[in-house]
């Protein structure tokens, strides 16, 4: 009887070891479509600021403009910062937000006529 009781309690163990860890998902985790928004802001400031630097035009530097996207887009940069960090920890959510973002990104170069 101890006998069946240690190898129950050993394949629970090993189970409960084995199992895939539940994910832990922040309390303010921003959505798949509104990263997708915000990423597409932050990408084209970085495209504006790159210009600007290469034009020799009134240079600034994209971070600058970050808080006024994630106010335009009601959040902010903590919990940006927080929701990244989970989708980077989730390729899979990561690689569908992007493919989002490079799609989004393409219909505004074709829509502006500019290569």
């Known amino acids: 009887m101890k006998r069946i009781l240690f190898l129950a309690g050993i394949i629970v163990l090993l189970v409960w070891s084995c199992s895939k860890p539940k994910e832990k998902v922040p309390d303010h985790l921003i959505s798949p479509d509104s990263m997708v928004s915000i990423l597409v802001d932050i990408h084209l400031v970085e495209a504006a600021a790159n210009i600007t630097r290469l034009n020799d035009v009134q240079p600034f530097k994209a971070p600058q403009l970050y808080p006024a ?37 393409s219909r505004r170069e074709s829509e502006s006529g500019k290569p």
């Open 69 to 105: 996207i994630f106010k335009s887009h009601q959040t902010d940069s903590a919990t940006f910062h927080t929701s990244f960090d989970y989708y980077l920890q989730n390729p899979k959510k990561l690689e569908a937000i992007y493919e989002k973002v490079l799609n989004e990104l």
